[in-house]
């Protein structure tokens, strides 16, 4: 088993990425034969309905996570909402999940669809500076 902190983490919904503000965070590879991570989120309880609302229909979602340091690149994972627990003003989200595997070849694929955009340099650089930390869903997959 092997521990690291949690640094941010989005929710993926169709094609929107919604950032939950974290107060603190874990996550927790299992290393078990089901290759299960387990995250869990301490955050406002602001956050309340939406995780009671995907933990009631136990629905199985994607999230973006960024583990150890801050400008590590986020980790893909499809997750389910195992238990909510309130701590004052505050929960604790535990979710149980995997990691899914990385798109290949997600740069190249970002750098085609920026330059059809016909950015400038400066805009070009920001930009996919931008997107291969958020990682967007791209317009084509190849």
């Not at 301490?42 to 583990?67: G, M, R, W």
């Not at 931008?130 to 084509?140: C, G, S, Y």
């Amino acid at each position: 088993m092997k521990t690291f902190k949690l640094m941010a983490f989005h929710l993926l919904n169709e094609d929107t990425i919604q950032p939950i503000h974290i107060i603190d965070g874990l996550t927790i590879n299992l290393e078990d034969s089901h290759q299960t991570w387990v995250l869990e989120l301490f955050i406002p309880n602001e956050y309340y309905s939406i995780f009671k609302t995907l933990q009631e229909n136990n629905t199985v979602f994607d999230a973006h996570a960024v583990i150890s340091f801050p400008d590590n690149e986020p980790a893909p994972f499809s997750v389910i909402v195992s238990t909510i627990t309130e701590i004052g003003d505050r929960l604790s989200v535990l979710l149980k999940g995997s990691i899914k595997a990385r798109r290949q070849k997600y740069a190249e694929q970002l750098l085609q669809q920026l330059l059809e955009e016909g950015l400038t340099n400066e805009e070009l650089l920001q930009r996919f500076q931008h997107d291969m930390k958020e990682r967007p869903k791209l317009n084509r997959q190849q």
